[in-house]
Each structure stands twice: as structure tokens, then as C-alpha cells.
């Protein structure tokens, strides 16, 4: 199983960026899906996840009204949608799938 992400980069405070997470070699349907980031010092964290059997998804109060995690089962991929962004989202980002047995490599967010 491959996490691949993309999307990260560096924006201005109040810009976009959309990250995406495509998942290879995983021939089930995964429950869960989610984004977590990790900043310099910092514990990692979850931002959003989303599960599919709860059918409900979940955001750390931080990013709640900015950002939107979203799936297409067709492309084995989740989408982080990210606006407004802040400072303190500078951070690598990984997706993770499958109740985080799997996780990506990650990708940096700065915002200045």
C-alpha cells in the first residue's frame, strides 16, 4: 500500500491550497480516511478525518469553517481543501487511511 501526497507549498496567509492523497495497492474500502500535520516542536495531530460507516467526518477545532476533507472512491484519493490559512498551519501534512495503518510521506505547508 502507497500514500502519495501533493498540494503542499508555500502561500500567503489568507491564501488556498488544496492537498490530495492517492492511495495505491489497497484493494478494500477503507473506513476511515484523514489529514494530520506536524509543526517544528509540536506533537502531531489530527486536522480532519472522515469515516465512512459513521458517515460523519471530523476537524480539529483550529480548522473548523476553513478547511474540508472530502474522498473519491473512484480514485482512491482524499482532498484536503484548505482556505484562510494562518501561520499556524505551517506544518508537514500526512494523510493516513485504514484506522492510520497506512500513512503518506507527507507534504510541508508553509504560510507566511
Known amino acids: 500500500v502507497q500514500l502519495v501526497e501533493s498540494g503542499g507549498g508555500s502561500v500567503q496567509a489568507g491564501g488556498s491550497l488544496r492537498l490530495s492523497c492517492a492511495a495505491s495497492g489497497y484493494t478494500s474500502t477503507t473506513n476511515c480516511m484523514g489529514w494530520f500535520r506536524q509543526a517544528p516542536g509540536k506533537e502531531r495531530e489530527i486536522v480532519a478525518a472522515?469515516?465512512?460507516?459513521?458517515?460523519?467526518?471530523h476537524y480539529v477545532d483550529s480548522v473548523k469553517g476553513r478547511f474540508t476533507i472530502s474522498q473519491d472512491n473512484a480514485k482512491n484519493t482524499v482532498y484536503l481543501q484548505m482556505n484562510n490559512l494562518r501561520s499556524e498551519d505551517t506544518a508537514l501534512y500526512y494523510c493516513a487511511i485504514d484506522d492510520w495503518a497506512y500513512w503518506g510521506q507527507g507534504t510541508q505547508v508553509t504560510v507566511s
Open positions: 472522515t469515516y465512512a460507516a459513521l458517515n460523519r467526518t
